[in-house]
């Protein structure tokens, strides 16, 4: 079954604890992003990657930081959180050329509280 | 950059009624404007989509249309039934320059049985 999948799905940590968030797909997609979205702000992206090792910002990437080392993952690391990043995290992917939006592939979310 | 701005941020209707959803976009070169359906606990998914060189498409019970002089779209869902309940988003983007999706703030639908 083609799918996103994100881990954890819910974590509760504290200020300044670094922690990451794992995305994996298996559809051999080329461009994997990181979006996260708050109540009356929608999604926003945090950071995109086009293929292994082409990594670009998004709207918000303060405090994050991603690598793309295979095709298949693209974890989103916080080297140290803070409460204003407690979000909902969502990994997405798909194939490059300009079907690019029209076949973006969600993953299940992360739910993610800092302390 | 591109903001996009959604409207209303809640919606309640009657089933059978008919839901618009409003979107207005700042930036003109954007060129392909997609639809997020999102149920709760799940991501968002791809409901419906335009490109700028067309005016309207429709799928069924789902229909999207452009206005690119006034940079806005909207979705509009025709005779609601209670699994349309959910929140919707719309987003804009240049597709042939940007790999940058730019989303609105959502409106979460409610349709009464």
């Known amino acids: 079954e083609a799918q996103v999948t994100q881990n954890p799905r819910y974590l509760i940590t504290v200020t300044g604890k670094k922690l990451t968030v794992t995305c994996s797909q298996n559809?051999?997609?080329?461009?994997m992003s990181w979006y996260r979205q708050d109540p009356g702000l929608g999604l926003r992206q945090i950071y995109y990657?086009?293929?292994?090792?082409?990594?670009d910002k998004g709207d918000v990437p303060e405090g994050y930081k991603v690598s793309r080392k295979e095709k298949r993952n693209f974890p989103l690391i916080l080297e140290s959180p803070s409460p204003n990043q407690t979000s909902l995290y969502f990994c997405?992917?798909?194939?490059?050329?300009?079907?690019?939006?029209?076949?973006?592939?969600f993953g299940p979310g992360t739910r993610l509280t800092v302390l | 950059g591109e903001n996009v701005e959604q409207h209303p941020s809640t919606l309640s209707v009657q089933e059978g009624d008919s839901a618009v959803i409003k979107c207005t976009y700042s930036d003109s070169a954007s060129n392909y404007f997609p639809w997020y359906k999102q149920e709760l606990g799940k991501g968002p998914q791809l409901i419906i989509d335009i490109r700028s060189n067309v005016g309207e498409k429709k799928d069924q019970r789902i229909a999207v249309t452009l206005n690119k002089t006034a940079k806005h779209f909207s979705l509009h869902i025709t005779e609601t039934q209670p699994e349309d309940s959910a929140v919707y988003f719309c987003?804009?983007?240049?597709?042939?320059?940007?790999?940058?999706?730019?989303f609105g703030s959502g409106t979460r639908l409610l349709v009464r049985p």
């Open positions: 990657s086009m293929n292994v090792e082409v990594t």
């Open positions: 987003a804009a983007t240049r597709m042939d320059s940007s790999y940058k999706l730019i």
């Open positions: 997405a992917s798909s194939p490059p050329g300009l079907a690019w939006t029209d076949t973006q592939y």
């Open positions: 559809m051999n997609h080329e461009y």
